[in-house]
């Protein structure tokens, strides 16, 4: 690994220590680097918090100038919620600018770039670029789509089972498994599921910061303070007023085409956002979902799901990423599905070329990349 290599690694170490907290805002790390040595670091914690590079240029103090600048993200040239981070670097009279990716953003989009050299600032791209998008690959999809990148995860069994035919499920899959369940819960900035699976298992959807496999538990979080926002798609609006969903930290959501004004009160009377959603073939419309979660800056959308909804989603083309986890036991074929889709002919089969296989436990999980992913 040559140096450049060696100290954006760094970087998006430093990166990955905003993995649960950035929330709209990009991940981003920075490292400066005097003759040979790391002389400052910082990363990009919350939204409204500096960015990156500012806290690295803090941790230097006087050796900033002169310094090489290792950033994960195009230095941002514009007045957001903070100054200019290329500002910062120019007045702090860094030599060099190494960065892993460019800005989708379009208040960025170069223009930060731009400004670096306009000050005399050699700039130069990193060979770490694929790194840096799986980081941020929500944010990037969603400056490039308006819309939020969204992972389907499921549980089964090796007959491709979710739950017994009346509904009993508990537990499919080990304790790894769900606690890998978790680090992906942590990671989104919204957890959707339909209203059957509510009704059905009265399920919370929280982040357990306890269950979290101990690598993860390390990585700063609020999750004392903050929970991703739980979204129910609930089409004639039958939750419960009492359920698990509806409890506890965090912004709750239902999306309905339900006109009982009187329900639709006191769910909002006890801090629920309830909000009108057109339908399609009697069902909520799942693209103007995902369009009202890209305006609400929604980066990772995490979809857990009972198997009519999951196969809409698949069915629609909305899906980026599936995330199935398999279990060793046969649950027999009056079990129910893991993804209600109607195909009868091989030709209209999906078949995925972009996947990886990891065990858990006695488990597997599949992650598993849409073709029509951007």
Not at 58 to 75: H, K, R
Not at 165 to 180: C, F, H, L, P, V
Not at 314 to 322: E, H, P, S, T, Y
Not at 324 to 346: C, F, H, K, N, Q
Request: proline share 4%; glycine share 8%; hydrophobic share 40%.
């Amino acid at each position: 690994m040559n140096h450049n290599a060696y100290y954006m690694k760094k970087a998006l170490k430093e990166a990955k220590k905003g993995l649960f907290t950035t929330t709209a805002n990009p991940r981003v790390g920075c490292v400066l680097v005097s003759r040979g040595h790391i002389v400052g670091k910082g990363y990009h914690k919350r939204v409204g918090e500096p960015h990156a590079e500012v806290f690295a240029i803090e941790n230097a103090d006087e050796f900033a100038q002169g310094a090489t600048a290792f950033v994960t993200l195009e230095p941002c040239s514009h007045f957001g919620k903070n100054p200019p981070c290329a500002d910062a670097l120019i007045k702090a009279k860094v030599k060099k600018v190494i960065i892993c990716n460019k800005d989708p953003n379009p208040l960025v989009a170069g223009k930060g770039i731009e400004k670096l050299k306009a000050a005399g600032i050699k700039v130069k791209m990193s060979s770490q670029t694929r790194k840096g998008e799986q980081l941020n690959i929500g944010f990037f999809h969603r400056m490039k789509t308006g819309l939020p990148f969204v992972r389907l995860k499921m549980a089964q069994s090796l007959d491709g089972r979710t739950a017994m035919e009346n509904g009993e499920s508990y537990w499919i899959t080990g304790k790894k498994a769900r606690a890998d369940v978790q680090y992906w819960r942590a990671r989104s900035h919204a957890i959707l599921t339909g209203i059957e699976t509510v009704l059905q298992d009265d399920c919370q959807l929280r982040v357990r910061v306890d269950e979290l496999a101990k690598k993860y538990r390390k990585l700063p979080n609020d999750f004392d303070n903050y929970q991703p926002m739980r979204v129910v798609l609930d089409t004639h609006l039958r939750i419960n007023f009492d359920a698990k969903i509806l409890q506890g930290l965090g912004r709750k959501v239902i999306m309905t085409a339900s006109l009982n004004f009187e329900k639709i009160k006191q769910l909002e009377s006890q801090g629920v956002d309830v909000v009108p959603m057109p339908t399609v073939n009697g069902v909520i419309d799942l693209n103007a979902v995902l369009v009202w979660l890209g305006k609400q800056q929604v980066n990772e959308l995490l979809v857990e799901t009972g198997a009519r909804l999951a196969g809409n989603f698949i069915n629609q083309k909305l899906v980026d990423q599936l995330i199935v986890y398999t279990a060793p036991v046969i649950m027999g074929s009056l079990a129910r599905p893991l993804i209600e889709l109607e195909i009868d002919s091989m030709k209209d089969s999906i078949r995925f070329k972009d996947y990886q296989l990891k065990k858990f436990g006695k488990d597997l999980r599949h992650l598993i990349n849409f073709p029509q992913s951007v």
